[in-house]
């Protein structure tokens, strides 16, 4: 006789199989955490700068074609370099939710990226997404399909390319009305506030039915140099592009 052991708290049928995630804001915080919240509140008052933003959203503008509003999120974006940019350089990847997609992936949970997302130049080869998408079972970027959170299609299209249904999936978004759109098809949703990525990593614990390992206190991003190449690091290990692994700490990060 086969006895297989369920761990406590965690359904043999578990009825989410899938965490989707917002980009900036949920796994990218923003250096100045206010930026992105200053530029939605100008462009409810501005006409011109919405469409703007609509049309960097859905691919038909760039970085490069709307470089003051970018650069206001992400100061110092080198204007005549942006073909070689990186997203990571000017905000920093949260150690939370970094530590939540690893045990998504351990429990054999899907991991999906959905962000509205544009080009950086005008060429449309790049987009502000993350260099490392190798943890993401999909990936769908509002610019490359042409639609934008919050329209229901593009939740419901992410479900499609995981070979789920929408209830079976969970959306994490620093939008509340993204969230709403999202639990209009099905779905789950959890709200991160502000910058507080813990209390939203609790309640997908909540609705997954296992712990995550938490962290006392405010993790910042640390910074080292890299063949005099300057990078945010925010996990303990990593193994850059550029040559040997390399050790380091994130300051008053401690498991509990």
Sequence with gaps: MTIEVIPCGVSNERRFKAVLFDMGGVLLQYKDPTSYGRLMKRAKEDKALAKDCHDFDVGTKSVEEIWDIVNDVFPGLPRQNLENCRVEDYAYL?????????????????????????FWSKLKNRTLVLSDLSKFDVVLESCRLGIKKPDPQIFELAAKRLGLSPNECIFVDDTEGHCNAARTTGMAAVHVDGCRALPA???IEELLGFNVPKLNGFVPSSRVNINGYNKNVTHLNLEPRYGAKISTYVWQSTYV
């Design 94 to 118: 949260d150690l939370h939710m970094q530590q939540l997609i690893q045990k998504l992936r351990n429990a054999g949970i899907k991991v999906g990226l959905v962000t509205n997302n544009g």
């Design 201 to 203: 990593v609790e309640k």
